[in-house]
């Protein structure tokens, strides 16, 4: 039987992020609310184009196509939009196929406040204001940055990265870092090695992920043919012997990644034009901005790395 929504796997998605709304969004900033709803309403049959998150919705709608009897996944709308003004993105979810069908519409509200409400473990925006108010409130929320959208149809594979502190873990050695030097970060981290890090704001998002792949492994144990569509990284700054916590951290959660790097201060870039991950999460957006601009980045805006001071340099762990 398909899974209730309580125990689906669900994301949050606001229309900025699914889809191309710069045009819309000048409207708005130029000519203000009553011009947008005309403007929407004009082109309610003018179908949008792909936003930066487009790509991995439409990869994480699919693993219910591999699971038809359970549907463990669910994608909803959250969206500052009217119900008038949000007929243009239904209309545009249907044109490219996505199963979409809850929404909520907040007319000029942010509608972080309904993330719990529908189970969700990522809220993903545009608006980094709505994401920030998200993270205060203790939700799992990350804001998409600008970027080419590339969403090849002969690549069904779903690939997800993650940086490590302040995204999967809390923000503990990061702070241990900011108020010290490397040195003391490395000791103190070796200290702890035996005590996992305090989940971070996208913990449940990965330990769900996980889940789903372990779906894919009783499928590859009844069929040898059957070929993966998940695949996750962790991405880190961390070296040796820094590494060892994370690993501890992982293996309490009973979870863990197809790919793990450990870069010592290497450019995060090195690997992500290899492992060509559909989004990417960092907690320093400095980081993000610093990348290509045709790989999906999102940025955390949670604990020390986003409180006003200085970020630290990339070869911080």
Avoid at 92 to 116: C, M, N, Q, V
Avoid at 298 to 309: E, L, T
């Amino acid at each position: 039987m398909p899974y209730p929504i309580d125990k689906k796997f669900v994301i949050a998605v606001s229309s900025s992020a699914l889809f191309d709304l710069g045009e819309s969004d000048r409207v708005f900033r130029d000519q203000g609310p009553v011009a947008y709803k005309a403007y929407q309403e004009q082109n309610r049959d003018e179908i949008l184009g792909k936003g930066v998150a487009f790509p991995f919705i439409r990869r994480f709608l699919n693993i219910n196509a591999r699971f038809g009897a359970e549907q463990p996944v669910e994608v909803v709308l959250l969206s500052r939009n009217s119900a008038a003004t949000g007929q243009r993105v239904f209309r545009s979810i249907r044109h490219h196929g996505l199963d979409i069908s809850r929404a909520a519409f907040t007319e000029g509200k942010s509608p972080y406040p309904y993330i719990p409400a529908f189970n969700a473990s990522l809220f993903l925006s545009a608006n980094e204001n709505d994401v920030q108010k998200a993270i205060a409130a203790c939700y799992p929320a990350g804001a998409v940055l600008p970027s080419a959208v590339f969403d090849d149809p002969d690549d069904e594979e779903l690939r997800v990265a993650f940086d490590f502190d302040g995204v999967l873990a809390d923000d503990e050695a990061e702070t241990v870092y900011r108020n010290g030097q490397l040195r003391q970060f490395h000791q103190h981290e070796l200290d702890r090695s035996h005590i996992p890090h305090n989940p971070g704001p996208l913990a449940d998002l990965f330990r769900k992920l996980a889940i789903m792949q372990q779906l894919e492994d009783r499928t590859i144990e009844q069929d040898r043919n059957y070929k993966r569509i998940l695949r996750t990284a962790i991405i880190t700054a961390r070296n040796a012997p820094a590494h060892e916590r994370v690993i501890t951290t992982l293996e309490s959660w009973g979870v863990s990644a197809n790919e793990t790097f450990f870069l010592g201060g290497m450019s995060k870039e090195r690997i992500l034009t290899i492992f060509k991950p559909h989004i990417f999460f960092d907690d320093q957006k400095s980081h993000l901005s610093a990348r290509g601009k045709d790989i999906p980045m999102v940025h955390i805006p949670f604990g020390i790395a986003n409180r006003g001071k200085p970020e630290s340099a990339e070869s911080a762990y």
